[in-house]
Structure formats: structure tokens, C-alpha cells
């Protein structure tokens, strides 16, 4: 249930999430009624601000980021002012001294009973020591029945493998319950991803054939039209595959994979997804040469290269696409190639799940399009123009007997208009109800690295292997062509 009253303290107050993210989602859930009656947020960061500046600061961002049918001015006014500003250097353990007293100051006139919710939407290197120094001042501690303590932290979650394990099994692990740790990962907030489990599992007629005997590869392309933008340090060090792969993409992954989970509730849901990650067929040295491929963009036209980007190494090798192929090596799918790619400046912003079946296995017709596309294949639209479509074989009306693949499309908007919100809206409101389903939990975040540690170990130990350049606005490096090859197939780029 709804929390009656809470304080969220956000550390990374001044970023770049907390501005396009958390405060419109946060907003949106004020406008919905969906706050807790008593509700302030604690914006913590070390640049100077007092509550006023901060208040205006919002006030400015929000008319930036929401959309302009969501913009109330009087609504915004009495959001911002439950905003409250502390200024500190949260990698200062001394500054929660002063964190603590300023907290329950606040509490007082909230009366939260010390319910506070810990957002942390700082930069990575921030994630270890946060939970340490809230709990070396007893900020960790839940207090009686209502000042229960929760702690969302952003992604990627570790740098790699060993820095995953240590974050679980030290840091966190120190300070937290596991069931007070909300590892976010946005895209399993989405509707159109949510969808995917409707579709499968409230479906009949996809299961029998939802398998190895009837497909033959599965697509997932989650690609942008922007670069770096604001965030050229914070992605130089990150890099594609620890902002988008090990996570966001291998999640898609899992939710097109996973088997039934027995309810849709937080343990037998992420049971599954776990049990996906664990199956994931691990690399071989041949796979890193040959199924995987990584890009950076260069300068094209009236776009900047992304080493010419702001905070960005003029020298750097960070990659900013990539494709790869990966197996799966359980009943259902061994031996079906999943081909994942995402990137920046690429010609468009689009997401989608394409799961193309085997082909007829003899075909009596003509076809009336030279490639001759006949297999079925359903595509899962996550963004934009939300849907589902059916790819199938039809006859060419008219004398002889001609067949053209034509498309059963269902947009998911003619089910009512899709909530405005972002994900943000949904997943924050998970965290203040408590509810840990749509949240990765540890072995899953581990078993993730687990699969992915040895791309980024093989990438520092081989510099020869390239990292292609790709004409920003263009689809890529041709390499991720090359990559398909083998198995007699393509890229469907969306248009
Ligand atoms: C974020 C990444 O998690 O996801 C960004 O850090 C990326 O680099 C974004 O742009 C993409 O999210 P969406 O919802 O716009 O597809």
C-alpha cells in the first residue's frame, strides 16, 4: 500500500537523471495523486543551492522536460515546494554527520515516522560508499513499523563482475536487506515491455510454438538518434555495453525468453529471469572475434564525432554501438541465435523485439516480391508506435498463383491512450509501495556480469581488436552485417 508519509532523499540532486527523470516523474506522480499525503524530497549534492534557488531550479527544468499537456503552473508550484535542498559531498563520510540531523529535522515537520527512501542517481563511482556512510550514522535502520529505510540505485550496477559481487556482498550487503534494494533498470518500467508478458503468458496460441522447433533467430535492436549529449564523462568511462547491454538489452532478452513464472509476484518472476541469465551460453574466444562487433561514431554532416563531444577522451576508444550474437543453452532455445545491437546517432530512436520463425519447409508459390520474404515473423514494438505485428504469407489476388508477405498490425494505442508517464512514474511508485518485482535482484545483476565480464576482460587484454567507426546518423558498422552472415540472415532496420 501507498506510504502515508516519506522522505526521499535524492544524492546526485543537481544531475542530469534527477532533471529529466525523477523530478518530471516525480511531478507526474504528485499530479496523479499518487504521493504520499506528507512527502518531501531531500535534494542531496555538493553544489551550493539554497532551498529557494533549488525550488526555481526545478521549477525551470520541469517546464524543460515534461510535456507541455502536462504542465500546470499551480500544480508545479505546490510541487516544488516539498523540495528541500542540503548541500554535501556524499564520498565525504563526515558530511552524514550533519546528513542526520537535517533529515530528522525534516521529518519532524513531515511527521514520516523516519520513512525515507535513498535515490541514488549519482555517478557509478558513488554507488559502494553511499550505503557504508548512511550506515555508519544509523540511517540504514528501519524504525519501528513505519520508518522503514529503502535504497534505489541507479544502473550499471558494478563495473564488471568482481565489482558487482563486492557491491552485493560488502557494501550492500553490510547496510541493506536485500528486500530494501531497488536495483532500477527502466526498461522493465515500460508498458510496451510489461506487454511482452501479456502477450506470451496471457496467450495460447504463441507457447507451442514459442520454442526452438519454430524459430529460427530472434532480433532485439534498441537503438537512438542522439549522442552523449551532457553526459560525455559519465559515458566514457561506461561505455555501450555496461550502459545498455548488460542490462537494459539482456533484459528484453530474458522477458522474450523466460518460461512462465508460476505467479506474477518478485520471487517467481525474477526466478526466471535469473534462470535466463544463467543459461546464457558463455563466449568462446572465437565468439568474441566473430559475434561481436563495436562502434564508435564519427563526424558526418552536421554531427559531431563523439570523440569531439564535451568531457569525452579526443582519443578514446569507448564504444558506442554494439552487436552481438548470444545462445541460450536451455530446452527451449539451444541452438537459436539471439542477435542484440544498440547504439547511438543511429538514423532513428527505435526499440523492438523481432522473432522471425522457421520458413515453410517447401514453398508451392510464386512470390510477387524479388527477396521473397515469406517466414513468419512477429515484431514486438516497444518505441514508438507501441504494437504488435503479424508478418504472414498471402496469395496476390487475381489470376496465377503469386504470394506477398503482408502485416496483421495491432497498435497499442487503440486500447486507450498509453499513460503519458515515463517509466520513472511506474518504478518509483513500486518503490514507495515496496513492491521489488520489476527491480533486478542480486544473482540476476551477478549472473549478468558473469556473461559479460569476459567480452570487457577480452576487449583490455586484445587492443588490436577494432573498434569500427560509423558515420554518425548511419546504422552502424557494416562488421555487424558481416556477423549474420553465417547463419543465411539480417538486420531488419526499422524504418
Ligand atoms: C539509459 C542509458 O539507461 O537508457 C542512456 O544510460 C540511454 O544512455 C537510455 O540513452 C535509453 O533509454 P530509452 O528509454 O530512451 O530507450
Redesign the pocket.
Known sequence: DKPKSMIMVIFGASGDLTRRKLMPALYLLYKLKKLPVNFAVLGVARTQYTDEEYRERINLQLHRFLKAEDLNESLIDSFVNMLHYFSMDPSNPNDYLHLQPKLLELDTKIESGEHYLYYLATPPSLYGVIPQYLKNVGLNLDKGVRGKKRIVV??PFGYNLDSALELNNVYYKDAFREDQIFRI???LG?ETVQNIMALRFANSIFEPVWNRNYIDHIEIT?V?N?G?EQ?GG??DE?G?LR??VQ??LIQLVAITAMEPPMAFNEDSFRDEVAKVYQSLTPLTEKDMHEHIVRGQYVASENKKGYREEKDVDPLSRTETYVAMKLGISNWRWNSVPFYIRTG?QMPT?V?EIIVHFKPTPFLLFNCSDKQCPTANQLIIR??PDEGIVLKFTMKVPGAGFEVKQVAMDFSYKSLGSLPSE??YVRLIEDCMIGDPTLFTRSDAVEASWRFFTPVLNFWETHPEIPVYGYPAGTWGPKESEAMMQEHGVQWINPC
Do not use: G, P
Open positions: 541507479e544502473k533498470d527502466h526498461y515500460k534498441a537512438e542522439m552523449v553526459r559519465y559515458f561506461t555501450t550502459d545498455m542490462n537494459h547511438k530512436k526499440s516497444i518505441l515515463d517509466a
